[in-house]
């Protein structure tokens, strides 16, 4: 993972696989939070009623640091790993996978099982689109409302977002930074008479 950017998906998708009469069915989805997560969890639970099973992973964050993977009550390593390695190899963040089982009858043994997590995590990820994020630098920029369009170019110009903005006669703006463009930036803001700018 590049130090500039990261990357997600697009949108949820959901997959199947089959094995011996049972049923994976996973869902992938983007996130952005641990609350997040909770509550698209308790929503598929609500979908599916019926399963045996909810196996999860997920990685979330910029720096990818925050993870974590569920067996829910399968074979040790045998389910919530084998999504997270998918995630991992395909270089994803904020995203969670969820897979749900319906149990056909025929034990599987832990190798059935590593494949079917696996075969159908990689089936779900690959029918959403790969899209690739800046990482964002937050400021706090205040400035005299007659700067408006001179700080709205550079905005423009180095691809910034606006998180927040409250513009009266004294404008306060809420931006990220692309990281890729953070040094310009903040040389052409610095340039600006009357504008003050302080990291988040």
């Known amino acids: 993972m590049s130090s500039n950017y990261y990357f997600t998906i697009f949108e949820k ?12 069915i996973a869902c992938a989805f983007p996130i952005n939070s641990i609350a997040e997560f909770k509550i698209q969890l308790a929503a598929i639970k ?5 399963a045996t ?7 979330i ?4 640091t925050i993870f974590r993977s ?17 995630i991992d190899s395909n270089e994803l963040t904020d995203v969670a996978v969820v897979v749900i089982r319906f149990f056909g009858g025929s034990l599987l043994g832990v190798p059935g099982l590593i494949n079917a997590y696996k075969t159908s995590t990689a089936l779900a990820l690959q029918t959403t689109a790969k899209i690739k994020k800046d990482i964002l630098v937050y400021y ?10 001179e700080v709205m170019l550079v905005i423009k110009k180095f691809n910034c977002a606006i998180l927040k903005n409250e513009a009266t006669l004294f404008c306060k703006l809420q931006i990220g930074i692309p990281k890729s463009n953070l040094e310009i930036s903040l040389l052409k803001f610095n340039e600006m008479n009357g504008l003050r700018i302080e990291k988040i």
């Open 46 to 50: 609500k979908d599916f009623p019926k």
């Open 140 to 149: 706090n920029l205040e400035f005299d409302y007659t700067k408006m369009n």
């Open 53 to 59: 099973h909810y196996c999860f992973a997920y990685r």
């Open 13 to 24: 998708s959901i997959a199947e696989f089959k094995d011996r009469g049972s049923r994976f």
């Open 61 to 64: 964050g910029t720096d990818a």
């Open 70 to 86: 569920s067996d829910a009550g399968e074979p040790s390593g045998s389910a919530g790993k084998p999504i997270l390695g998918q």
